[in-house]
C-alpha cells in the first residue's frame, strides 16, 4: 500500500528526521562508510523507499540512482540485488526512466553475468516493466546476449516465477550467407542486381533483402508460431547492408498468440539492426 503526505506526518515523531532528510543520510553513508554490512543495510533500506512513489522525488534529489548503479558494478551479490531491486521498484517514474536508458548497459549486463536467481527474477520483472511501459526500444534492450539469457534461465530454473517471467516467446537461429546462397537465389527470382554479385568485393557485397526476409518466412512457418501460420501482412525495413560470410543472427518473437497473432523479427550483425519488422499472422491448425 502507498502511502500519503498526511499518513507519513502521523507516522513522523514531531522531533523525528523526516524522509527526505533520511534518504539523504543514507546516500552519504554509502559513500562514506567501508563496513560491507553498513553498505548492505544502507542499499536495502534504499530499496524499501523505491518501492513507494511517494519517496521517488526524494531519491532523485539525493541522487540515490547513482548509488544503485553503483551497486551493481560491486562483486557484492546483496549489493547487486538491492541495486537491480530498487531500480525494479522506480523504473516507471520519468526521470528514473531517462536514467535507465543511459545505463542500459551496465543493467542488462549483471543479468547476462549473474548466477544469482533472485537478482535473474528481478531483471526479469524489470525488463518486462520496461517493455511494457515503452519505456526503452526493444532494440536496445533485447540484445543477442539478454535474450541468449532469458532462454538459458528459462530452460534450467526449477524457480516458476522466473519460468513465468523468461516466457519470451521467441526463436532465435544463426545463418551465415554464402555467395552461393546468393547466387541461387539470384537464379531463382531473376535478381542478378550487382551488388550481389563478384563484381563488388565481399565486403561490400549484400545480401538480398528478400533472402532475409524468406528466412525469417521460414521460422514463421515451421518454428515460431509454426506449420499452419499464414503471413497476413507485413511491415520492416533495412537498416544496415547484410554482408555474406558474417553471422548473421536472426530472431522472431510472438507477441500475441490467437487465430490472428502479431509477430516481430529482427536480422543483427555484429550487434547492428540489419533487418527489422512485424506481421500479422493467421494460424491454422489441420483441422481448420
Known amino acids: 500500500m502507498f502511502s500519503s503526505h498526511r499518513h507519513l506526518k502521523r507516522k513522523t515523531p514531531d522531533q523525528g528526521i523526516d524522509r527526505r532528510q533520511y534518504i539523504g543520510h543514507l546516500v552519504d553513508e554509502y559513500y562514506t562508510t567501508t563496513n560491507v554490512e553498513a553498505l548492505e543495510q544502507v542499499t536495502a533500506n534504499l530499496t524499501n523507499f523505491a518501492y513507494d512513489p511517494i519517496n521517488w522525488p526524494h531519491l532523485h534529489e539525493a541522487e540515490a540512482f547513482d548509488v544503485f548503479i553503483a551497486s551493481l558494478k560491486t562483486q557484492n551479490q546483496n549489493l547487486q540485488l538491492h541495486g537491480i531491486a530498487a531500480i525494479c521498484n522506480i523504473c516507471l517514474d520519468k526521470t528514473a526512466g531517462e536514467l535507465i536508458r543511459e545505463e542500459l548497459g551496465i543493467i542488462s549486463g549483471l543479468f547476462v553475468r549473474t548466477d544469482h536467481p533472485e537478482i535473474v527474477l528481478h531483471s526479469l520483472a524489470l525488463f518486462y516493466q520496461l517493455l511494457n511501459a515503452s519505456v526503452v526500444d526493444k532494440e536496445l534492450l533485447l540484445t543477442p546476449s539478454v535474450l541468449k539469457g532469458v532462454q538459458e534461465w528459462r530452460q534450467k530454473c526449477h524457480d516458476q516465477r522466473i519460468v513465468k517471467l523468461s516466457n519470451l516467446q521467441q526463436v532465435q537461429v544463426v545463418k ?39 528466412v525469417v518466412a521460414g521460422i514463421l512457418g515451421t518454428k515460431l508460431p509454426g506449420p499452419g501460420t499464414v503471413v497476413l501482412e507485413q511491415s520492416f525495413k533495412f537498416l544496415k547492408p547484410c554482408r555474406i560470410e558474417t553471422d548473421t543472427v536472426v530472431t522472431v518473437r510472438l507477441l500475441q498468440s490467437r487465430k490472428i497473432s502479431t509477430a516481430e523479427y529482427d536480422c543483427r550483425q555484429n550487434d547492428e539492426i540489419v533487418f527489422a519488422g512485424n506481421a500479422k499472422l493467421l494460424i491454422r491448425n489441420r483441422t481448420d
Open 176 to 214: 551465415r550467407f554464402t555467395q552461393q546462397d546468393l547466387e541461387q537465389f539470384a537464379q531463382f527470382t531473376g535478381d542478378h542486381n550487382y551488388i550481389h554479385t563478384l563484381e563488388l568485393p565481399v565486403e561490400e557485397r549484400r545480401v538480398h533483402g528478400a533472402l532475409l526476409n524468406a
